[in-house]
């Protein structure tokens, strides 16, 4: 299975998000790793889910712990990349084995004149950034905006099977956010479904 751009599926909390995910060719899956914070994922939550996983990426997200405890948070998880959201904060992670993202609130860079100049400074400092909001958001012009940059930023807002033809290949790919099951086992995947499939190319 392979998609046609790079894909992130964040704030996974459940086992079936995890391998539907995984099997259907994503890149990178997120868990939150803070405790207290909204959709946090235990240790044995989240080595129960990704002991059933190959061939994709773990990301550390942390909403606002301090970075003297995500290098030791760090040291206890298998993670590819360690995912903040605070530019402030990456000095003092550049020496985790992991690869770092940086998370920008989509409504935080709305009408900035030096768009480009300051994301493009941010790339420097990461493999990637993350433009995706905590709840729901939409500005299309923005995201045309980015788009058009030629940087590798993740879109993770506007993103439905009817807007992926506006996803260019400027960016380096888009986000997606996982959800609760129903119950144990039983998921509703008919939104990512419809987006995976849509993005499905032939091997």
Request: charge should be negative; charged fraction near 25%; hydrophobic fraction near 40%.
């Amino acid at each position: 299975m392979a998609l046609s751009t790079y894909v992130k599926i964040s704030t996974v909390t459940n086992l079936s998000d995890a391998r539907y995910a995984a099997g259907m060719g994503v890149d990178a899956l997120g868990f939150r790793l803070e405790e207290g914070q909204p959709g946090y994922v235990t240790p044995v939550q989240f080595h129960g889910i990704t002991e059933w996983l190959a061939g994709v990426a773990l990301v550390g997200e942390f909403l606002g712990t301090d970075t003297a405890v995500i290098h030791e948070i760090a040291k206890e998880y298998p993670l590819d990349y360690v995912q903040v959201e605070s530019e402030e904060m990456l000095s003092d992670l550049q020496s985790l084995s992991a690869k770092l993202i940086v998370r920008v609130n989509p409504e935080s860079i709305e009408g900035r004149e030096d768009l480009e100049d300051y994301l493009s400074q941010l790339c420097k400092q990461v493999d990637w950034v993350l433009i995706e909001p905590e709840g729901d958001y939409s500005n299309l012009p923005l995201k045309d905006q980015l788009t058009a940059l030629n940087l590798p930023l993740v879109i993770g807002f506007d993103v439905s099977e009817s807007t992926l033809g506006s996803l260019s290949t400027g960016v380096k790919g888009l986000a997606l956010k996982g959800g609760e099951e129903e119950r144990p086992g039983f998921k509703d995947y008919e939104e990512m479904m419809d987006i995976l499939e849509a993005l499905e190319v032939d091997n």
